[in-house]
Nanobody
Framework: QVQLVESGGGLVQPGGSLRLSCVAS????????MGWYRQAPGKQRQFVAE???????EYEGSVKGRFTVSGDNDKNTVYLKMNKLRPEDTAVYYC????????????????WGQGTQVTVSS
């Protein structure tokens, strides 16, 4: 089955940078979009950024200008470069592959990574 493996999280000081990576494997034929969500303690999971198969990107307002999402459709990989990190960016970050067509199955599927912790603190 399809699995998404995330990496790159960690502890960083305010104003610092991190780069998250997410690689999917398991017979993917096509993906409509790849993106990132985050969830802080006691908060609802929140959209952060996404990139479509055609290359269009979208960002949540508070991260626009600081974060950059990029991807490689051929490698089923999505990245999130995070600059000028703030304490309020602290959360578990989850990658998401939306409307995925998988070999041997019908219809679309939605897949999530296991989450990677990002902590911004001095």
């Amino acid at each position: 089955q399809v699995q998404l493996v995330e990496s790159g999280g960690g502890l960083v000081q305010p104003g610092g940078s991190l780069r998250l990576s997410c690689v999917a494997s398991g017979g993917i034929i096509s993906v409509n979009s790849m993106g990132w969500y985050r969830q802080a303690p006691g908060k609802q999971r929140q959209f952060v950024a996404e990139i479509t198969s055609s290359g269009a990107t979208e960002y949540e307002g508070s991260v626009k200008g600081r974060f950059t999402v990029s991807g490689d459709n051929d490698k089923n990989t999505v990245y999130l470069k995070m600059n000028k990190l703030r304490p309020e960016d602290t959360a578990v970050y989850y990658c998401n592959f939306d409307q995925v067509v998988v070999r041997g199955s019908y219809g679309w599927h939605d897949f999530w990574g296991q989450g990677t912790q990002v902590t911004v603190s001095s």
